[in-house]
């Protein structure tokens, strides 16, 4: 089992910046890859980054080149550092990793962390 927990999170004014932490504990030697979602209000979660166990990063359209998904191993942490921010970027942004165990596929959440960008 996999425990994440999320922060970061807060109001900003477009343009501006904020880095959200994902803190992992438990089983994290089963993670195979973590991602950030967002969930906007009357919208799908969608799924805006993702690493992977070797490195491998991919991104939604809609933040590349303006979100940067990365992680500190010593700290068993992933960071969304997220720049040029958009009222459109408003969301609660959650943790997600996928865990392997003798061949089965294990989701994680986090509680999630509120951003919130002003015009």
């Known amino acids: 089992q996999v425990q994440l927990v999320e922060s970061g999170g807060g109001l900003v004014q477009a343009g501006g910046s904020l880095r959200l932490s994902c803190a992992a504990s438990?089983?994290?030697?089963?993670?195979?890859?973590t991602g950030w979602y967002r969930q906007a209000p009357g919208k799908q979660r969608e799924l805006v980054a993702t690493i992977t166990s070797g490195g491998s990063t991919s991104y939604a359209d809609s933040v590349k080149g303006r979100f940067t998904i990365s992680r500190d191993n010593a700290k068993n942490t992933v960071y969304l550092q997220m720049l040029s921010l958009k009222p459109e970027d408003t969301a609660v942004y959650y943790c997600n990793t996928a865990s392997l165990r003798l061949g089965v596929r294990t989701p994680s959440w986090g509680q999630g962390t509120q951003v919130t960008v002003s015009s």
């Open positions: 438990g089983s994290i030697f089963s993670i195979i890859v």
